[in-house]
């Protein structure tokens, strides 16, 4: 005897319920709220990640409105499987080596200042993303570098960038700062840039003593009366700062010069930063200044890539030892304020110099503002 067994159409037309455990509970999610989520994530890298995790998410993350781009690396001038952008960077920074070669004693000056500036700016220009498989959509492509273990290529911030249509705050970290300087100086700079430069703030100290070293500390420094000190002309202190304020200058303009096609292309910017990991610089550019920049076209360096200098009104505070609250004392503490010769603005205006720099640090500008001011000027390079 044999039986037929038939399925029961009963159960075909009425299913029995999905569990509560296959269901994706992130469906129940709009958008707008998943958008805040990407807004927080923010790292360029884990957004790529999202964008492999569902159709919906990839839909999604080019509508973020905050991003920040971390460069993994920096590329040497020797490699030979850099690009062609990549090598004219490394030929630009030779060049100018080589030009000022012809200088004499002065071009052991230039290369020892200048030299260690230009290479850290082709991180700028290179961001470690895996390489794209030829049937990827352009949006995969930027974003198909997350499995480690498929080979990396490097893609510049504006390639990475270019599939974000939203984008308002943009912060770029690049892995070092650009000045190399000796073990215990200390050396910030902030910068904010129009089509120019707009003002630019920089603090420095020969030496930093933190709270836990003054005990060990000899206080030889001689009586304080507010003025500089006759030894400051004399033992290559003020050399010093003008090679300070001179480096500064040249790494903020030429990280402003290599942001011009980011600027062009992201209209919806509000507000754009640039720093490094070791929090040596930051360039800031607002709305304003980000409109100016598309209308009024940069003016470039004939030297090198990076964007004319204007000429300068500078103001500068000098203290042999500043004590700050917090017991961080500041050997030969200066700052250094700046803004072009053809600003109508005041250079010496406490409110964007006391604000400039993270704590103890803006504590430390608040205390030299109020010491004697030195004027200095500077021309156009």
Not at 39 to 64: M, N, Y
Not at 75 to 99: G, M, P
Request: glycine share 6%; proline share 5%; net charge negative.
């Amino acid at each position: 005897m044999s039986y037929l067994l038939r399925s029961d159409p009963v159960s075909r037309i009425h299913p029995e319920p999905q569990s509560l455990t296959s269901f994706d509970h992130f469906d129940l999610l709009p958008d707008s709220l998943l958008l805040l989520i990407f807004d927080k994530v923010a790292d360029v890298k884990d957004l790529g990640r999202c964008c492999i995790v569902s159709r919906r998410f990839h839909s999604l993350v080019p509508f973020v409105e905050n991003v920040l781009v971390r460069v993994d690396c920096v590329i040497s001038d020797d490699d030979s499987s850099s690009s062609d952008e990549n090598r004219r960077f490394s030929l630009n920074a030779a060049s100018i080596s080589d030009a000022a070669g012809a200088g004499g004693s002065f071009s052991a000056l230039f290369r020892l200042v200048f030299a260690p500036i230009f290479k850290p700016f082709q991180a700028l220009g290179q961001f470690l993303v895996p390489k794209r498989s030829s049937s990827s959509s352009s949006f995969d492509a930027s974003f198909s570098a997350i499995n480690d273990e498929i080979g990396v290529t490097h893609h510049s911030p504006t390639q990475v960038l270019k599939n974000f249509g939203e984008i308002r705050f943009l912060r770029i970290e690049l892995p070092t700062g650009e000045l190399g300087i000796e073990d215990g100086i200390l050396l910030k700079w902030r910068a904010d840039f129009g089509s120019t430069l707009d003002n630019c703030m920089i603090l420095g100290a020969s030496s930093v003593i933190l709270s836990n070293q003054v005990k060990n500390l000899e206080n030889s420094v001689d009586e304080d009366n507010g003025n500089i000190p006759e030894s400051f002309y004399t033992n290559g202190g003020l050399k010093l700062r003008v090679v300070w304020t001179i480096s500064s200058l040249i790494a903020a303009s030429a990280r402003h010069y290599l942001l011009q096609p980011i600027i062009t292309e992201h209209k919806t910017l509000d507000r754009l930063v640039l720093s490094d990991a070791d929090g040596q610089g930051v360039l800031c550019m607002n709305r304003e200044q980000l409109e100016e920049l598309r209308v009024t076209p940069l003016s470039a360096s004939s030297a090198s890539k990076r964007t004319l200098v204007p000429a300068l009104n500078m103001r500068l505070w000098y203290a042999p030892q500043l004590d700050l609250p917090d017991g961080t004392v500041l050997k030969g503490a200066t700052l250094v304020a700046i803004r072009p010769s053809e600003s109508k603005k005041e250079v010496c205006d406490a409110s964007w110099l006391s604000d400039a720099f993270e704590e103890p640090y803006g504590t430390a500008a608040k205390m030299l503002i109020k010491r004697r001011t030195y004027c200095l000027e500077m021309n156009s390079f």
